[in-house]
DNA sequence: TCGACTGCTATTGTATACATAACGTATTCA
DNA sequence: TGAATACGTTATGTATACAATAGCAGTCGA
């Protein structure tokens, strides 16, 4: 056996965790396949114990699945199941939005979340948006969402949305990317910046309500333009999802 | 040291999990105290493999955080962290009452419900309800809720309900527990079980905003009876979220 | 007397050896 | 020829040994 380079600068539960996530969403592993400890520890460089518990961390995140007999396989997500996440981290989003909007939020608070729209409405005054900048907007997108999660001062639901983000599909990044594989790319992301634009308007003058209705909204039209970009699979790279989607006939 | 008594119908992993998880909820280990790997394998038997992924499942389920600097503490939380997380999960089963009510479910699929209406109007009939049907009442009403979760029919919010599920104030259980230690908790179960009759309604005849609506208000009002609990702590040993408010003054 | 540095101890992180259970294959009997 | 059982192999579950780090205490120097 080739000797164990050990790398001090990350526990070696991180770094397994970290290659098997990649080689999960980079489609290594194939959905419904099952993960071997053994074949893990050789790809990954950790030994057994960090590897499993990079496992068992996986599946807590949602990425694999239990197999009731040991082990674990990686776990395979039909299309309605990727709509229903978006749709539910957009509910949470919601949720924050309001508790946000409800509980006030002072002027230097939301000063980040406007840089933020701002440099997005920078972004889009281009027509069409160039690659870069639209690897920009996606980081910049990830961005305002995380600030705005964070407005809602509550660490259950930060934490819950983390958790419902954790599905490449489901994080903001992710169907951003998914997206951008229409035709009418960027008048989606214009219609996307309008609501970011309402929802901190909202919160400003403390409307609950209309704080969390503009963020379901956000997220239906996400899960709209989701199930066209699997319809025309124009940019199969693009899209994060497909590496998890069902193949099976199921 | 003693003999190492090994019962294998269970797994070590899932033993310790559970013996830690009592030693949580029942506060013998207290809110922000560090959790010794050592004292734990002592105390749950199973050896520090076991033991170890025991932890990091408690961490994911919420109970435990993470040191940086190494190993687990007990989670500490404060009383807006409980009000958030019930609220947090009547949102989550308002969208449960949606999908169900606008995805249709079939009157066979309604029947389990149904009964477990029944069940609970017969229960709510004794004036006052006695400590037995109390204790019936809750295993009903956790079951109704589980029910309902299920027709969604969305594996993934199905899942993201369990785990807002997981702390014990959070539970259908826990906030019913809770708010019998006030004088005015059987009018509470009563105004609870309307609310139950209303989503059955609202999904049989397809109202989806309806569904949500009324699930979402049911947490509102588990949320307030909740705080007045924590005001007049009268039942202490019925309140399973004692164990984990912080105690500290912060 | 206070602060800093060094060494020790205790606890966590990692690796590996051992036990056990499950699955696959081959052989035998009906 | 097919099915069932037994055996062997492989993989997971568990235990423990080893390594490294963080925290604490004690001592020495300013």
New interface residues.
């Given amino acids: 056996m080739a000797e164990r380079e050990v790398d001090r600068s990350v526990s070696q539960t991180v770094k397994a965790q970290l290659a098997l996530r990649d080689q999960i969403l980079s489609g290594v592993l194939r959905p419904g396949e099952r993960i071997s400890e053994l074949q893990a520890v050789e790809t990954t460089g950790a030994s057994r114990?960090p590897v499993?518990?990079a496992l068992?961390?996986l599946e807590?995140e949602?990425l694999l699945e239990a197999i009731p007999s040991g082990g674990f396989m990686v776990k395979a997500f039909s299309e309605?199941?990727i709509s229903?996440?978006i749709?539910?981290r957009g509910?949470?989003e919601g949720?924050a939005a309001r508790?946000a909007a409800e509980r006030g939020v002072s002027a230097r608070e939301l000063e980040p979340l406007k840089e933020c729209l701002a440099a997005i409405d920078e972004l889009l005054r281009q027509v069409p948006i160039s690659v870069d900048s639209f690897s920009s907007y996606v980081t910049l997108n990830a961005r305002f969402h995380a600030l705005l999660t964070e407005l809602s001062r509550?660490?259950?639901?930060i934490?819950?949305i983390d958790?419902?983000s954790a599905?490449p599909f489901a994080s903001p990044s992710g169907f951003v990317m998914a997206q951008s594989a229409l035709p009418e790319a960027q008048q989606i992301l214009i219609i996307g910046q309008e609501h970011h634009r309402v929802v901190i308007d909202a919160i400003e003058n403390r409307e609950g309500a209309r704080a969390e209705a503009v963020m379901r909204e956000h997220a239906r039209l996400a899960v709209r333009n989701l199930r066209l970009a699997l319809r025309n699979r124009t940019h199969l790279d693009l899209l994060p999802a497909l590496a998890l989607i069902k193949t099976a006939t199921d």
């Fill in positions: 114990t499993r518990m068992v961390r807590e949602g309605r199941d229903d996440s749709e539910l509910t949470l949720l508790f509550s660490p259950p639901l934490r819950q958790r419902a599905l």
